[in-house]
């Protein structure tokens, strides 16, 4: 079977590009230099859309880079990337309820961007003034799809999800202290939330977050 | 020490009244119906203020009342009640998320009402629809405290902790089902709120919510 | 504001429609039959889209449907209903892992099927028999959107988010005993689940997983 | 709407000082300093209270005050400060129970201090020798109000919520090891408290408790 | 080896007796009336101290004593008991916080006395009125040993601990509610005390703190 | 592919007998006596080996097999069996702590003999009495599997690992109370054993237990 | 009232030596040398028996014995200890599971030493290898009272519980990992020992072990 | 007793090798360099059978192969290694999920070596992409015994457990992030899972799982 390449150290599931409209995505955590080069240099050639290396230091990010023609770095995000998609007109957008939420709402955005999905974010729209998210709620209800990123009691998912009609993405973020108990509240509550059709992924996974929208914004494209 | 009135079952800590301004409220379960009409006819007969009991059902509501006159019962609150206080000017809402915090709700109104606070209560204002927040926005404001009932997410105690300069004390309640834990998500998450100076009682303790704002509004009276 | 109907035990969140596409859904478990009655004689009056109570017993649904004509009781599901929408063209497949599981696909199935989705389910798919997962995969990829129903380990999420192309919306179950932690484990396995893009709802909640595609169903609309 | 400030990376709730009696405090974990440097300024030009920054570690604290004149940094209470409030009449007694509670009580006796609270401090007054406690009970009771700041066991919480009759705020403290979890043992004993009345905020959130007394001193300003 | 009873259902350890001062303890729960039976008529027949039955409900007990003569039933403490032990001059006093308490309480009261120590108890005693324990700190003093018996958040046990230089075995109760956690709080809260050499036992188990004194008592026994 | 026969509520793995040398195994909980009957004619009818049904009460077990001829029911192990296979020469043990443990037990014993193992017991062999345990220490050793069944701390399983070569599969069992936490800690406490090479199955699995000696005793079946 | 010792920063409790034979000792983290030298030098005034720091590390250990004279440190115990008492007649032998858990005997060791026991320890005895633990039963038989330490799965406090007559307590321990869950597992499965009388301190408390033996050894002191 | 070598730090149960096949393996965290050369010149010389150290990084490994010759380290596995014995004809395959499980995977492929298995490894086969764990079946379906190593959510053990007919041990990864809780979300999954008669070790034990089949490999050598 061809579908898979196996470098030893790793298999390819090349097939995935055709099966899911995106070639694998490379998890950078615990993979040295040489193995991310590896995987993702059978990627490009095998695969034709876009490559991605989520959560890479800066420092491994350069040296595979130095392996690796023309790829970019997205630092906030952690993100390596290699021909990104051609934004398309699916948008969504990202609210992140504080400022500590933005690394994880920064690899939302830089994922979906990668993927084609014309992405934009709001910042700081926690549920503690309304008239923040209120002010913004234009914009909320205009996107195609939003994901929500808070990490605390995880609230603003809640709230987002009665504003909009739109599918709503929760990612819990694990900043907080005590009772936050990294992020695992924040997930309990989004599960628990009032809010119907609300759903959730991994805590700090904004990653997880913009695949899943990828997926949704997949059914626009079927329906075109 | 005749402070102590020792019944051999009990011990009734009789400067309870003096020392914090209320005498000893009664915690009905595991009680049978003769402790409780000792107990009761203890305060009653060496206490001069409101006598509470509470959680306590229907049937051995009626067994004690049959044994002490002039008593009442709040069936939807489980409170058995002698001697309430004459209502002041502190004024307190209750707040309840949805239609099944009702009975944690209805607790907390029933002790505050009797212990003279002046309480009143808005329910099924889930921050899903947050117009019914926003449309009850001046009732909260203009309340003295605010008690917050909530399960799920718990996500009304944050956005009432936003919108109100006053103490906001939040119970959170064990409705729900899967991740709300049987409110001990709802308990972390109000913890892990945004909203700065809210307080959390234990799990469905409409009573104790009622309780800490009679301290607070004792202030107030120290302050005539 | 005349966007609330205040019942005085509920506020009708009359908007929600026009907002959301679909009136409010009330969950059954806590209300009494005569406030159901009144909740979804409101509904049915001041709005037009589908009318849904779930968790619901067939003797409290047999006393709702006394007073309110016109709805249906689905007893598998445990819902009740008035005004169902046409079916549209939005493909949904509900995949249960284990025959235990089929109650929670049965309310994902009624509630997908009342909001119009096209919805048609395959039961008894479990991993430990790959077999019977491959066999369906024809069917799981031409769906728009696939619910996942599994309690155990919830390893279906995994499996069929690697199949599929569609967004996948896994449902854990509370099923199962010892390890399985009444569906806290197939929660978190589902979370930590190599497939990217998998969103997950909360345990049992196959309603939540209907309204999630509800939302999703909305672009192609959208699009149209 | 010109209540709130868009800085990009945050959103300032310039309303909140009308609102709530004091401006947005700054929360410091994850903020840059030039994040903080503009915060803070934007609080100082369009608000006219106390403007605080919590957890915040001595250089980070002395690169911002390079940038902001005339603030003030509490190194114990890891505190930034700036225009604190003329101290009032509501006295606030800290009582902390171990020497190893000391930083959470000193945050919040400087963030009581600095929002206008006339508050003192008893240390080391834990429930295993109770002559120390008792030996405080005069200073406890003539407080208007008591933050009481507990790791390990808690016990301190339930005694002192048993000895006064004003507000107690409990802090659970994630000192000590073992069994008490990192606070949570504490968080979890101060909520099953056989104290009536006494509230609980998050571990280590000595801000929060001086937050919830503030919240309560205003009762008494607004009935002067 | 004949030290062993095989009862085919059971192995009798008749032996223990010997080695430990008491013969073997038959815990109730999960055993017929007939294993009963068997169990306690080879203990009698083979060992010659006190033969226990613990935790066993009412009719059960009436049943097994209708098979085996000159037994007694405590049915607060839920014990059966053949030939208790004469009571010796180590004196235990069980301190039980509140009434909810009693049953645990009951056992360790009841265990204690059966194998000869010269028990007493105190109820009532919790810490939200330290008067009451004040003023019966003679008779915790002068105990040889002291059980407490607590739920909640089991402060009792950090402040007995600190008033007495006995040794101090405290038992976590599973009553009170929400954060209680079904006793766990007060298992944790214990181990986390501030009171140093305070040892704690399994939630609920009268009997196993009394067990623990026995330990202790054999510790004079020896020195006589 | 005819290896699954789909019966539309369940989907038969009819190549499982095949693949792994049983047919499936069914479990009972959840599934109605039409649904069983079915699976289990399904069964008979295309596979040759032995067909169970475990965890069933008696009267669904009667209502069963008043449809199926030639069943039989083992009461203690709440299992329903058609054609046991022959016993063949791989001796195994079932080892129990206590008496509270011989349901799990049972069940262990009972579907090891029903797919063939020459199955033994021993009871209440727990840890407290060693003298048991060395005991028994021969028949241990000259089983070439031992199922260790054990509640409480499971320390059985560390013990037996360290006494014996063969494989050991240790079950805890959810006996207990407090903090037994309903098996989780024996589960964990097998977990963390210090005796090398101890696997563990699901809490009261005793089915579990059975199947994997199953697995491992056809290893001798491939080296006959 | 005399018998605290005001420090400013710590309020010592000069009774406490009179109330329970044994001065206050200090627990080193999270006290700065200053702190402590202030402590030691104040106890040593007011008090005439032994001094205790635990948990200090050897630099912090140096920079206090700089300043107070006459003291010695243990660095595998991790304690300053001024004037020990002289060894009594109270035999205490620590049993240690495995050599990660000499730390923690250590402490039980040194600090039982520190306060006048009669102290040995057996190392390595885990359960997995019977005969280590068999070999020394005659030693752990003669004494007083036995300490058990144990990580893992703490079996070895259930078999120790079940050879001696004396008292046991158990120290659970942090060492292990994955199911080991920092001490959590080894505490809770000591708790539900089959072992009658076992009683159990915090995690990795070497100190609260030796201090409870020290209660338990004046009972002997009371009977001479 | 000769079987046990006493070195006073440790105890050498030397009577293992002749009971259970294999000289005790020496776990290396928390122990000196001197110490553990003790304990592997006492093994060497008075077992005849491999030596092995596991989790010891290379420096320590180093040091120690400086005093004790003729040992080997592998460094992915963390193992030094004495007189390994000689590759029999059990056939054991590793199967990792995913790259990131490539340590623990190294262990057990090292320890299984090392004992005289034949063991092989294949990488990368997790169940987002069927194919690849398809296109190994072959190889998985060939061999004696199988380890799975995976973390996430431990979806691999169901799958294999369900193509293969051989025992299969199950090893959960603390790989992962957020809802993985270090392994416990695998741990737990793996134990619920649908796949009947697999076992599991504890989280991140390759050792363990290694040990599991050398215990069941010593089945087929009793049967030749």
């Avoid at 920064?106 to 998210?133: M, Q, W, Y």
């Avoid at 939330?193 to 494209?221: E, K, L, P, W, Y």
Wanted: charge should be negative; hydrophobic fraction near 50%; aromatic fraction near 4%.
């Amino acid at each position: 079977m061809n579908d898979v390449l196996n470098l030893g150290f790793a298999r390819l599931d090349l097939a995935r590009e055709a099966r899911q409209g995106l070639p694998e995505v490379v998890y950078g955590p615990g993979k040295t230099v040489d193995q991310i080069v590896g995987i993702v240099t059978g990627l490009l050639e095998h695969n034709t859309g876009p490559v991605l290396v989520t959560r890479i230091e800066a420092d491994a990010a350069e040296a595979v880079l130095a392996h690796v023609d023309e790829g970019g770095y997205d630092a906030e995000a952690r993100l390596l990337l290699w021909r990104p998609a051609i934004t398309g007109d699916f948008a969504v957008t990202v609210a992140a309820a504080g400022t500590s939420d933005r690394p994880v709402a920064a690899e939302a955005v830089a994922v979906a961007s990668a993927v084609g999905l014309d992405t934009t974010a709001v910042h700081d729209v926690g549920v503690a003034g309304l008239d923040r998210i209120l002010q913004v709620r234009g914009r909320l209800r205009s996107a195609d799809a939003v994901i929500v990123v808070a990490g605390m009691e995880g609230a603003l998912a809640s709230v987002v999800g009665g504003l909009v009609r739109a599918p709503v993405v929760a990612v819990p973020v694990s900043t907080g202290y005590g009772a936050s108990l990294e992020g695992v509240t924040a997930l309990l509550a989004m599960h628990a939330s009032c809010a119907a059709g609300v759903t959730v992924v991994n805590i700090d996974s904004g990653f997880s977050a913009a695949m899943a929208v990828h997926r949704i914004a997949q059914i626009r494209g079927a329906a075109r």
